[in-house]
């Protein structure tokens, strides 16, 4: 499955982006919805997106998927992206 995975490279918005980098920083759904001012109901739907773009069940497992279909580290992003950082 995770050959077909890459092969298949699911489109990742920037702002799915924004979520995961968030998710990896240990945000909630509430969390993030204020961060990028949306409601946590919306933030809910963007991860239901990327758990079925990306083939995981939890949402705690987005990060890791994407770290391994991409190779880019999405805490990192969280630490440098200076509106993720802002509260």
Do not use: W
């Amino acid at each position: 499955m995770h050959l077909q995975l890459i092969r298949t490279s699911p489109a990742i918005t920037d702002r799915q982006r924004q979520i995961i980098a968030l998710i990896a920083a240990g945000c909630s759904n509430e969390e993030v919805g204020r961060h990028l001012s949306i409601s946590a109901r919306t933030v809910k739907a963007h991860c239901d997106t990327l758990r079925q773009k990306l083939g995981v069940e939890r949402r705690r497992h987005i990060p890791g998927a994407y770290y391994r279909l991409t190779g880019m580290d999405p805490f990192m992003r969280a630490l440098s992206d200076p509106v993720l950082l802002r509260g």
